[in-house]
C-alpha cells in the first residue's frame, strides 16, 4: 500500500481519529481562544458523528476471529472491546486472566500522571545557594538533558543544564563570586532506585536506568542505548560542573547534599508540561520516563516518591477512575516488571477514562499514542496483509516483552463508532515474535474496517 506524505496523513488522521474526542477548550487549551483582531481558523475536519448500524459482539467476534486464531498467538492470548460511542463493553475473549502487559503498562502510570498532577504541570530543576556553596536540586525532570537539542524533532522544548548553567553564572557573577563548591540533592525520590522485579541485565545493558530525582540523560553516559550512570545524580552534577565551567564559573568539592528548607532558588530552568511528557513517553514508549512519573504520582498522592509508594498512587488514582483492579497486580511503571498482571480491561479502561467527555485533562493519553505504520513504536509495524485498513487509522500503545505482545489504543470502525481495545498475548513462541505482533496488528486493523 503506497503512503501519502507522512506529515500531511498523520496530521489528518489525527484530527480524523481525535474528532468528537476533545469536547471543549479544556481539553485542549486555547483551542477556541485567539488573539484581539483575529479570526479562529475552521476545524480541519467536522466532528466524528455515529451513523449506521452500532457494532455487535458477533459482528466483532467474526472480524477478529482469523487473526486470533494465529497460531503464533500461543494459548494465552486475547482481545477486549469497548464501545467508546455508546458507553458499554462490547466483546471480549479470553480475557478472564490477567496478562503480562510489558509497555502498555504505561499507560497505567501516564494517566495516573495526568489525574494526579494535571496536563500543565511542570517538574522544575532549580539551583539554591548559601554564601560561596550552592546545590543542584533535582525536581523528577524525566526529560531533562545537557543540552540545546539540535534535532528540532527530538523534543526542543526540554529544560537544558547548558540554560541552568547560563542563568546560574549570571546570578553568582553579578554578586562578584566566580569559584563555587556544588552539591547535589536527589532526595526528592527515596527507596531502591532499581526495582527489584526487573531482570539484573537491564541495567548492566542500559535497557534501564536508576531511577533518580536528578538526572540528565536519563542516566546515559552516552548517546544511545548506553551504559548508564551507577549515581545518576552524581552524573548529573559532573555535567552542571561542566557547563558553569564553559560560562566562567568553576565547581569544585562535588558531594550528595540536601537543600535547606524553603531555600530560595538562584537558577530554575522547568521541564515540558505534564501533557507533553507523557505523550512522549507512550509514543517512544520511554521505560525510565515512565518510572519517574510513577515517583512522581505517589508523591502528588502523598504516599512517598519510592516505587512501592508510586504503585499505591496508581492503585488508589486508577480506582478513583472507575477501574477495577481485582487481579492486578502492579511491580513498577514501565511494564518491564514479567510479575506485572493486568485484566485487559483495565488496560483498555485507562483509554476509556482518557476518551470519556468527563476528563478532559486525560486527553494527552489519547493525542501521544502512536499512530499505526506512521509514529513512534508502531512506525514499522502495519505493514503486512490485512493490516491496510488499520494503517493511520489505529492508535495504540505498544508492549512486548520476550513472549509478549500487547496493543491498548482505539480506532473508530466504518459506522463511526469509537472502539477502545486491548489485545494481547503472553505465551507467544520467541521464535514466533514477528508473526505475534503481525496478528495483533490484524486484530486491531480488522476492528477499523468493522461495519459489524
Not at 545524580?233 to 559532573?238: G, I, P
Amino acid at each position: 500500500m503506497a503512503r501519502p506524505p507522512r506529515a500531511v496523513f498523520v496530521t489528518l488522521l489525527t484530527a480524523g481519529v481525535l474528532a468528537g474526542l476533545v469536547t471543549s477548550a479544556q481539553a485542549v487549551p486555547g483551542a477556541s481562544q485567539t488573539a484581539a483582531g483575529t479570526t479562529a481558523a475552521p476545524p480541519v475536519l467536522a466532528p466524528a458523528k455515529t451513523e449506521g448500524a452500532a457494532p455487535t459482539a458477533a459482528g466483532v467476534a467474526k472480524a477478529v476471529a482469523a487473526a486470533l486464531a494465529d497460531p503464533s498467538l500461543g494459548k494465552h492470548h486475547g482481545v477486549y472491546v469497548y464501545d467508546a460511542s455508546r458507553g458499554k463493553e462490547l466483546y471480549s475473549l479470553g480475557a478472564a486472566k490477567p496478562y503480562v502487559p510489558a509497555s502498555t503498562m504505561k499507560l497505567l502510570t501516564t494517566v495516573s500522571a495526568l489525574e494526579t498532577l494535571g496536563p500543565e504541570h511542570r517538574f522544575a530543576t532549580k539551583v539554591v545557594r548559601s554564601g560561596n556553596s550552592i546545590i543542584l536540586v533535582g525536581g523528577g525532570d524525566p526529560l531533562l538533558v545537557t543540552k540545546r537539542q539540535t534535532d528540532p524533532l527530538d523534543f526542543p522544548t526540554r529544560a537544558t543544564l547548558q540554560d541552568l548553567a547560563a542563568s546560574t553564572a549570571k546570578a553568582l557573577k553579578a554578586d562578584g563570586v566566580t569559584s563555587v563548591t556544588l552539591g547535589y540533592d536527589a532526595s526528592l525520590f527515596t527507596g531502591p532506585s532499581a526495582n527489584p522485579k526487573w531482570e539484573p541485565n537491564y541495567l548492566t545493558e542500559g535497557i534501564a536506568a536508576r531511577t533518580s530525582a536528578l538526572w540528565v540523560n536519563e542516566g546515559r553516559l552516552s548517546a544511545g542505548m548506553a551504559k548508564r550512570a551507577d549515581s545518576p545524580a552524581a552524573a548529573a552534577a559532573t555535567a552542571f560542573a561542566a557547563q558553569l565551567a564553559k560560562v566562567g564559573i568553576k565547581a569544585t568539592g562535588l558531594k550528595a547534599a540536601v537543600a535547606p528548607a524553603g531555600a530560595k532558588a538562584l537558577a530554575q530552568v522547568d521541564s515540558p508540561t505534564l501533557g507533553d511528557i507523557v505523550e512522549y513517553i507512550n509514543l517512544h514508549s520511554d521505560n525510565d520516563g515512565a518510572e519517574v512519573l510513577l515517583r512522581q504520582v505517589g508523591l502528588a498522592t502523598k504516599n512517598g516518591g519510592s516505587y512501592t509508594g508510586g504503585v499505591a498512587g496508581v492503585r488508589a488514582t486508577l480506582t478513583k477512575l472507575g477501574l477495577d483492579l481485582t487481579g492486578a497486580r502492579i511491580e513498577d511503571g514501565s511494564g518491564l516488571s514479567r510479575t506485572n498482571q493486568v485484566p485487559l480491561e483495565v488496560l483498555a479502561g485507562a483509554v476509556r477514562v482518557a476518551a470519556s467527555e468527563d476528563n478532559p485533562q486525560l486527553r494527552h493519553l489519547l493525542t501521544g499514542l502512536p499512530i499505526a505504520g506512521f509514529t513512534g513504536s508502531l512506525r514499522e509495524r502495519f505493514a503486512g496483509p490485512g493490516t491496510a485498513t488499520g494503517t493511520g487509522m489505529v492508535r495504540a500503545k505498544t508492549g512486548t516483552l520476550t513472549g509478549v505482545h500487547s496493543l491498548a489504543g482505539y480506532a473508530r470502525d466504518k459506522s463511526g463508532t469509537l472502539l477502545v481495545f486491548a489485545v494481547a498475548t503472553d505465551s507467544a513462541p520467541p521464535a514466533k515474535a514477528l508473526d505475534a505482533r503481525a496478528a495483533l496488528d490484524r486484530v486491531t486493523s480488522a476492528l477499523a474496517a468493522c461495519g459489524c
